[in-house]
């Protein structure tokens, strides 16, 4: 710069020793002008005084020339010096050139603008503040200097810039916090290392409450949480733990709404290759877990966008052991908010009036813990989720139920999804059936499909909690809308059909109808039932490895007379035959093997009812696509006499390894416990001959097989009834009258009708066979040809 210019106050001297190089010689001029200031400051002249510090500013530390900014730089802090407590009415001309000095290329000015910046801040001291977003600004871009010398110059500066807003009281954090949201998604890792270190002073000054600013840098604070500096993650762990306990101590002030969006996303994890995601998903599912359980109903709007996040967790293995539980309690204590009052519409919540003090408020902390007792049960979706709140603008909290169904119904159809998250969706499910029925139903028919699709899951205990849903979807009252037309189905590819009713029986019962010991069972129950068995028909292969787990689960979760009633009914019209005769094998085995089906045995053993008449007559119409099925439902009924008839057909049927098969099947059974009672009977031989007729004609249809020498066995054991007279009188005369009370009863079956049912379904067997017969000896023909 021109040395001749006059630069008055300051002298010539003065000016040439700050354009010198040498450090020395422009601190000698540091000290003049320090006793120049302190001059003025005694004459109380501040125009003076702005003028040398103008000066300083504009013709040194702004200057073109490396060594006159280093003079400005020297000179502006010792005016600071001499100003003492007076430096705060010039803090704006004194630091505004200096941090300009910040940006220079040359690393040794931006350390002499940094130590200059440092003696005007400790002069200055709380008169800074209202200058401090232009000090952390600065500041944050030598944190990322590359120079070490002007790195540990701006730490210095650093520390005591923290010492002065740790002690002040006039710290403005409203002032602050829109540059702090801006510099937190800084990806310098010394720049993120200076911000979480000033959040860290910050939240720890007891006077500046940043908890309430937490919904503006929550996000950046989980960003910085995946730093690949250990450090870092350790700073921020600290701090967000810091936040978490503030938010547990006063719950009542914190905005649970507006921070939940941020945990669902990073409760999601992008990159499962990356160790810090971990982290970061572990620590926001952590804050999930709380935020559930403190703000109570109020998260229940942002529900879709949690669930979304935490049903994938809860199929991690033991290396996430940690976030799979955190996702287990969030899971657990977000479905306990979903209460009754969920299932009425606006208008009836309008009606009942508001809600009761203190609902859908954040709990304390003490109240929590009661809340937190989530049972640890081990239950992704790799793009990000982001959810609005379905009711944001409403001051009642609201369900998002359309938006949990979709999430959950989306998991269902995602092959990729862990048995663990597929049993978690089917129990939301199940729990929004129970509490909410009447909106779920809405959903019923979009959620159908899938979860009788999902009785074909690896998992049985996936297939066991479909099948609860399933059946509360038949049961529930909720459910009973206008009566299902038999052909309806889920895809339009039903070939089953529900025969018409015509004239009912004794005892028939309707199919939403009820009883004293039958849970009524509502329009979609039938229509359950025909597409189960039109699974079991296009699935055969389910059919013979879970069909009879399947249908001995139903008869557990409904009444077993309503599932085989039923089942009967639709198999009578069912076309394909061979399909019939499976399904009905199947049922036959169940009902006479099964504890689950003791209760519907006992029924039908005796018949002394109306109403096991009409069950009976039911079952055997069914029964007929089998003929040995058919016999063994004879003798679980005690109609021996009708089982010898049909034993007398079997001449006339075509004799199969199946059907042999299926006769040593039911050998077998008369030998198991089921059949005790029979073989008892087998002691009164005047009373039961067709009971020992019908398994002389079992034993006529078997070769000499093994079954042939038991039952052979079996019937060497009968006795000679002139010795059997040897008893006492008065216990055979009981013994013919309760024959013949027996015989009274069947009087309401027409036995001979039920022959002739039994001669047309056989018919129509052997008409298929032949069909089947003719079309596989004319491909042959072909092919010979």
């Known amino acids: 710069m021109n040395t001749e210019k006059d630069l008055s106050p300051l002298t010539p001297n003065i000016v040439r020793a700050l354009n010198d190089k040498l450090y020395e010689k422009r601190k000698v001029a540091a000290l003049e002008i320090e006793k120049l200031v302190r001059e003025f400051v005694a004459q109380n002249n501040s125009t003076q005084i702005r003028h040398v510090i103008l000066i300083l500013a504009s013709e040194f530390a702004l200057s073109q020339h490396p060594h006159s900014r280093k003079g400005g730089l020297i000179g502006l802090a010792a005016c600071s010096i001499a100003l003492g407590k007076d430096s705060g009415l010039y803090l704006k001309e004194l630091i505004e050139p200096v941090l300009t000095c910040f940006n220079d290329s040359d690393s040794r000015l931006r350390y002499y603008a940094c130590e200059a910046l440092y003696n005007i801040v400790k002069v200055a001291r709380g008169a800074v503040l209202p200058h401090f977003n232009l000090l952390f600004d600065g500041l944050s871009k030598l944190a990322a200097d590359p120079d070490p010398n002007v790195k540990s110059g701006s730490e210095l500066l650093d520390r005591l810039l923290k010492d002065i807003v740790t002690e002040s009281h006039t710290f403005d954090l409203v002032a602050f916090v829109p540059l702090l949201r801006e510099r937190i998604y800084s990806n310098n890792q010394y720049a993120r290392q200076f911000i979480i270190s000033w959040i860290h002073v910050l939240e720890s000054v007891p006077n500046i409450n940043l908890l309430d600013y937490l919904p503006e840098i929550l996000d950046g604070l989980f960003q910085i949480l995946g730093d690949n500096s250990k450090e870092i993650r350790r700073t921020c762990e ?237 049961s529930s009252p909720a459910g009973q809308t206008e009566q299902i037309s038999p052909c309806d189905n889920v895809d339009g590819k039903l070939e089953l059909k529900i025969p018409a009713s015509s004239n009912p029986g004794p005892g028939s019962k309707a199919v939403d109808s009820s009883s004293p010991s039958t849970p009524s069972m509502n329009s979609y129950f039938y229509k359950f039932m025909i597409n189960l068995l039109k699974r079991f028909s296009l699935e055969r292969k389910l059919l013979e490895s879970r069909g009879a787990f399947i249908i001995r689960q139903l008869c557990l979760l409904l009444h077993a007379e309503n599932i085989f009633h039923s089942m009967a009914d639709i198999l009578l019209k069912e076309e394909d035959l061979k399909f019939a005769s499976t399904m009905v094998q199947t049922l036959n085995t169940i009902l006479l093997t099964s504890a689950e089906l003791f209760q519907l045995r006992n029924q039908l053993k005796d018949l002394h009812t109306a109403e096991s008449c009409t069950l009976f007559c039911c079952l055997y119409r069914s029964w007929c696509h089998n003929p040995v099925a058919t016999v063994s439902l004879c003798f679980l009924t005690q109609n021996y006499k009708h089982a010898y008839d049909l034993i007398q057909k079997f001449g006339n049927l075509e004799v199969t390894v199946d059907f042999l098969i299926e006769v040593d099947k039911l050998v077998q059974l008369i030998e198991s416990p089921i059949f005790t009672y029979l073989r008892l009977q087998l002691l009164d031989v005047e009373n039961n001959p067709y009971l020992i007729k019908a398994l002389y004609g079992l034993l006529m249809l078997l070769p000499q097989s093994q079954a042939f020498q038991l039952l052979s066995r079996r019937l060497r054991c009968v006795p000679n009834p002139d010795l059997m007279r040897t008893v006492d009188e008065s216990k055979y005369m009981d013994s013919k009258q309760k024959s013949a009370s027996k015989h009274s009863s069947h009087t309401l079956i027409d036995y001979n009708e039920l022959l002739q049912h039994f001669d047309r379904v056989q018919a129509k067997h052997l008409e298929v066979r032949h069909q089947r017969s003719g079309r596989a000896t004319d491909h042959l023909d072909r092919k010979l040809v």
């Open 238 to 474: 600290v701090v967000l733990g810091e936040f978490l306990k503030e938010i547990k101590k006063s719950p009542s002030s914190v905005k649970f709404a507006e921070m939940a969006n941020i945990l669902v996303i990073h409760c999601q994890v992008a990159d499962e290759a990356k160790l810090t995601n971990d982290l970061i998903q572990l620590t926001a599912m952590t804050w999930m877990r709380e935020f559930i359980t403190l703000a109570g109903r109020v998260v229940l709007p942002y529900s879709s966008g949690i669930l979304t996040a935490v049903l994938p967790c809860l199929s991690y293995d033991d290396r996430k052991k940690n976030t799979k539980e955190a996702a287990s309690a969030c899971n657990h204590s977000l479905m306990k908010l979903v209460s009754p009052e969920d299932d009425e519409d606006e208008e009836e919540k309008s009606q009942s009036g508001t809600l009761s003090k203190g609902e859908g408020l954040p709990k304390t902390e003490s109240d929590s813990n009661e809340m937190l007792n989530a049972s640890q049960e081990s239950v992704g979706l790799s793009n990000i989720s982001f959810f609005t709140p379905a009711c944001a603008d409403r001051p009642q909290v609201t369900l998002d139920l359309d938006g949990i169904v979709q999430v959950l119904d989306r998991h269902l159809h995602d092959t990729s999804t862990g048995m663990m998250t597929r049993i978690a969706v089917l129990k939301w499910l199940y729990h929004l059936y129970i509490k909410t029925p009447r909106k779920m139903f809405r959903h019923t028919d979009s959620l159908f499909p899938m979860l009788l699709k999902t009785l074909s899951d690896e998992s049985d205990e996936v297939i066991l909690k479909d099948l609860e849903v399933l059946a509360e979807i038949a």
